[in-house]
């Protein structure tokens, strides 16, 4: 498949905006999508802990992959962020081809 989505945790929804609005200006990703109140339950050096966080799912191509997890790292908060791959099934193919185009040529890394 051509399209991949992209999903990030981070500490808002104004660091997942900021992380958002970034990926889809540089056309990393042609969509995000924001979740803004998530709670996460979570082992971190040692400890279980829980936090509010926000989710950002962004739409992109495969090839994409690597330069947006390598700018999402760039402007996020967390020493180690979730920032996973998801598959992607069937597609409405107008929608396909409308991400497509707006993940052309001129994405920036």
């Not at 999508?33 to 829980?50: K, L, P």
């Not at 997890?69 to 992607?88: G, N, Q």
Request: proline share 6%.
């Amino acid at each position: 498949m051509d399209l991949c989505l992209i999903y990030i945790t981070t500490a808002s929804r104004e660091e997942a905006t900021a992380i958002g609005r970034t990926l889809v200006e540089e056309r990393l990703a042609a969509c995000v999508n924001i979740f803004e109140r998530m709670t996460s339950i979570y082992r971190w050096q040692g400890a279980i802990e829980q936090a509010e966080e926000a989710v950002l799912i962004a739409k992109t191509r495969p090839e994409l992959v690597e330069p947006l997890t390598k700018r999402a790292r760039s402007l996020h908060s967390y020493t180690t962020p979730c920032i996973i791959e998801l598959p992607v099934g069937r597609v409405n193919p107008d929608y396909r081809d409308w991400l497509l185009a707006e993940t052309g040529p001129l994405w920036v890394t």
